[in-house]
């Protein structure tokens, strides 16, 4: 049973990061739930190894649960920072690379590759 913490800490920082959504972007609440979540991406992989509890399901699952705290805080905190429209392309550009590396890893190595 201890065997499953590090994966019910990842799941916990996409719940986390589903919180943020009904919060203020920079409000107190937003901000400790984000530092709750970055705490469990802290967390997770090094008790994961400790516990020798590291499977491929825990690895894909923590690279999703990377990719969407990212994307929600960037749908939170971009309509509230004026970026020119320069710097969103440049954003967008990163997300659809990752997101390609993603999908040729998986559709290569049938498993999620995140670098």
């Known amino acids: 049973m201890v065997k499953l913490l590090p994966n019910v800490l990842t799941f916990l920082r996409l719940v986390l990061a589903v919180f943020l959504f009904f919060f203020e972007p920079f409000s107190t609440a937003f901000v400790a739930i984000y530092a709750a979540a970055v705490l469990t991406d802290v967390v997770d992989g090094p008790l994961a190894r400790r516990l020798n509890a590291i499977s491929k399901f825990g690895a ?3 690279t999703f649960a990377d990719m969407a705290l990212v994307a929600i805080m960037l ?4 309509p509230v920072l004026n970026f020119s429209a320069l710097s969103l392309v440049i954003i967008a550009s990163i997300f659809a690379v990752k997101g390609l590396a993603l999908l040729v890893s998986y559709t290569k190595y049938k498993q999620v590759v995140s670098m």
């Open 60 to 62: 894909n699952l923590d």
């Open 75 to 78: 749908l939170r905190i971009v």
